[in-house]
């Protein structure tokens, strides 16, 4: 079964600064991914999502993330941190020819003014 | 579309009672899931739906837990009786069943707490 491994439960960063959240996952098929975000006391939203096509997605609030099959990873970026993305993020995997989608552990995001 | 409605928004109860989590799904979603976050563990999938027929409930804990779909339109995850490590948060979300446009709708989760 596919999974997905989130290296970093808490990432820092301040204000304004460059925000990388990794992503790794495993599956047996070409896999759908996507990056879901969860503000305090909320459900989750996608951000972005990968199906097929260009390798480079992009999503809501400026961010994006690139699948990279080599490296079997879909990094989350955002150029510039603002205060507002502070929240949970959590990368997810499904397999194309079923509906199980199976999400990392998460990685909480704070942002330091 | 309201989105996908769970209730109620937080639940508290006392050991061995029952729980009864509740979720209407957006109109026209065929597939429905449960899952259950907590901080030990992540978003864990328990179980999903396609056309109200249970597919994988592999990630269901244990026999207290039990879920149904009666329709398209409502979904019940019951626990039975509860313990204080059930306690979490348990979202609901629905999705159409595959396609290049998959994409989960998430409810805004209910918070339970077993005393």
């Known amino acids: 079964a596919q999974s997905v491994t989130q290296l970093g439960s808490h990432v820092s960063v301040s204000e304004g600064a460059l925000v990388l959240l990794r992503c790794n996952y495993s599956?047996?098929?070409?896999?759908?991914l996507f990056w879901y975000v969860q503000y305090p006391n909320q459900g989750l939203q996608l951000l972005l999502k990968y199906t097929t096509g260009a390798t480079l997605v992009k999503g809501i609030n400026g961010f994006e993330a690139e699948f990279k099959k080599s490296e079997t990873s879909f990094h989350l970026t955002k150029p510039s941190a603002h205060m507002s993305d502070a929240a949970e993020y959590f990368c997810a995997v499904s397999e194309r020819d079923n509906n199980d989608m199976r999400f990392g552990a998460g990685t909480r995001l704070t942002v330091k003014p | 579309d309201a989105g996908v409605i769970q209730s109620p928004r937080h639940e508290v109860t006392e050991m061995g009672q029952e729980v009864t989590l509740r979720c209407k799904p957006i109109?026209?979603?065929?597939?429905l899931f449960w899952y259950r976050q907590t901080m030990m563990r992540g978003l864990e999938l328990l179980i999903y739906f396609n056309n109200n027929v249970p597919i994988d409930d592999s990630g269901m804990p244990e026999d207290r837990f039990s879920a149904k779909m009666p329709n398209a339109s409502f979904s019940t995850l019951k626990i039975q009786p509860s313990e204080p490590r059930d306690s979490a948060v348990y979202f609901c979300?629905?999705?159409?069943?595959?396609?290049?446009?998959?994409?989960?709708?998430f409810g805004s989760g209910t918070q339970l707490s077993v005393l």
């Open positions: 109109s026209g979603h065929n597939s």
């Open positions: 979300a629905s999705s159409l069943l595959r396609g290049d446009n998959e994409k989960l709708f």
């Open positions: 599956s047996s098929v070409p896999p759908y």
